[in-house]
């Protein structure tokens, strides 16, 4: 994983991506007990391409070049499948820019906030993260203020609401 973080940290470097931040379940296994993920779910800021359209196109370009391996939707860094996901609506923006920087190995990387990660199981609300919001519920640490304000930002607080009663 070591590696992998390096390898993101240089295509950040690169300007391949305005910045980066780990989400997903590799996210949560920061907060909680480890559970299985296959991937490591990378969001990320992207410059404007050709025309200020947003393209993806350039992290391949830039992968391949490194010598990394595509498998589908995934890029295969150091032997861990990551897929690059990106910031899509003003959740996963806001998620980015707040994202906290931790030391991974002494490599330092960026990972959503607690907060973020509950809000966005809200928002996308498929079974998996109704599952692992549940488990967060039960181990996860964060600021009660904190996300009643992603939530009430992002319309979500309903939501939580249903899920805490």
Excluded at 27 to 38: I, K, N, R
Excluded at 98 to 119: C, D, G, K, M, N
Excluded at 137 to 151: F, S, T
Aim: hydrophobic fraction near 45%; charged fraction near 25%; aromatic fraction near 12%.
């Amino acid at each position: 994983m070591r590696k992998t973080l390096e390898a993101l940290n240089a295509l950040e470097a690169e300007g391949v991506i305005r910045r980066y931040a780990i989400g997903g379940a590799a996210a949560a296994v920061f907060y909680m007990e480890p559970f299985l993920t296959y991937d490591l779910d990378v969001f990320v800021s992207l410059p404007p391409g050709e025309g200020g359209i947003f393209s993806l196109a350039a992290i391949y370009q830039a992968a391949r070049r490194l010598g990394f391996s595509e498998e589908g939707e995934h890029i295969v860094i150091e032997g861990v499948p990551v897929q690059f996901l990106p910031a899509y609506n003003a959740l996963l923006e806001e998620a980015l820019d707040q994202a906290r920087e931790i030391s991974y190995e002494v490599v330092i990387t960026r990972v959503f906030r607690p907060e973020h990660l509950i809000a966005i199981m809200l928002q996308t609300n498929r079974d998996k993260d109704r599952q692992r919001l549940a488990a967060f519920r039960r181990e996860a640490v964060w600021d009660q203020v904190y996300l009643e304000k992603v939530l009430r930002q992002h319309g979500l607080y309903e939501r939580w609401s249903e899920w805490t009663r």
